[in-house]
């Protein structure tokens, strides 16, 4: 084993294979376009709802990059944009003047309720609905120090904007989140849409151009007796720092252009071959958050051409492609 990589990498493997190895996902859309079956998510009969047991846990897509995962009666949101209003972004005519706004009504139906809410990076398709989702639920929000300041921006209060930035491994009593730092996608021209950070409180955002980039995070949830699963908000990395990470489970960003080499490949490696590779940010998210998901033709390919290189570079990887508001179990 090389020596750069941390003690409990041994350890990680092992049990993830030896668990995952053993179990099945719980949904039948394992390939490109097949039906999802959605899992029961009601606890037994005389069980307590207080504290998760292992295995109870689900996992919800919610478009582009956004998850609900449900820890018994616990729930942590990533990066939950459910609002998904027009910009121009998927007719050729982008608007970087469109002025924020918030869906209430979809989204106090959907995220009714939140412990922490992970921001990977703060565009307005990952960070939009963050501010009114905790403060209508009081969710603790984990994020750059970017996420920080547009956070009290919006007049949350700090004791619920906790600034990460990678390295760290939070203990929350049933599960951990893991921080890991991570890089933006790169456009055709090998750059980005509203590169930047925010060092200091800045005016309230009031168009989409507001919310900058501000770095890039990932994250990997471990539940404790449930599985460990990687999340990512777009298609970059630096595979150093996913060195040991192990997942059982990959939500993987579709690559955005061919502008990042050897990106799955690398990233395959990088993550140790994830039992399970979930391709994420390839849905048109302009449109309404209904099945069977809205794809550009453009995004089409680019979802097929992800699917195929995940099984060429890592064959023993399942490929499970989501739909909107169905319950998965790892």
Known sequence: MPENRPSGYARRRLLRDTAVGAAAVTTAGLVAGGPARAATTAAPAGRSAGRPRPGAVSFRWWGTAGWRIDIGNRTVLVDPYLSRYDTGLFTGAFRPNTRLTVAADVVDRLADRAENILVTHTHWDHFNDVPHIAERTGARVLGTLTAYHLGL??????????????????????????????????????????????????????????????????????????????????????????????????????????????????????????????????????????????????????????????????????????????????
Not at 164 to 180: A, Q, R, S
Not at 188 to 195: E, K, Q, R, T
Not at 203 to 220: F, K, V
């Open 153 to 330: 921006a919006y007049g949350l209060p700090t004791g619920q904007l906790a600034p990460v930035k990678g390295g760290e491994v939070l203990d929350f009593d049933g599960y951990t989140i893991e921080v890991v730092g991570s890089l933006h996608s790169r456009n055709p021209s090998w750059s980005m849409a509203f590169p930047g950070v925010r060092v200091s409180p800045p005016p309230l955002p009031q168009t989409i151009a507001d919310l900058p980039e501000g770095d890039t995070l990932a994250y990997q949830i471990r539940v404790d007796g449930g599985p460990s699963v990687f999340f990512m908000g777009a298609s970059d990395l630096d595979e150093r720092r996913l060195t040991g990470l192990a997942p059982d489970v990959a939500m993987v960003a579709s690559a955005a252009t061919t502008s990042v080499a050897d990106y799955v490949p690398r990233l395959m490696a990088a993550l140790d071959h994830p039992k399970v590779v979930v391709p994420v940010h390839w849905d048109n998210f302009e449109t309404e958050l209904v099945n069977p998901p809205t794809v550009a033709d453009t995004d089409r390919a680019r979802l097929d051409a992800l699917i195929a290189e995940v099984r060429r570079v890592s064959p023993r990887s399942r490929v499970l492609v989501p739909e909107y508001h169905t319950a998965y179990r790892f």
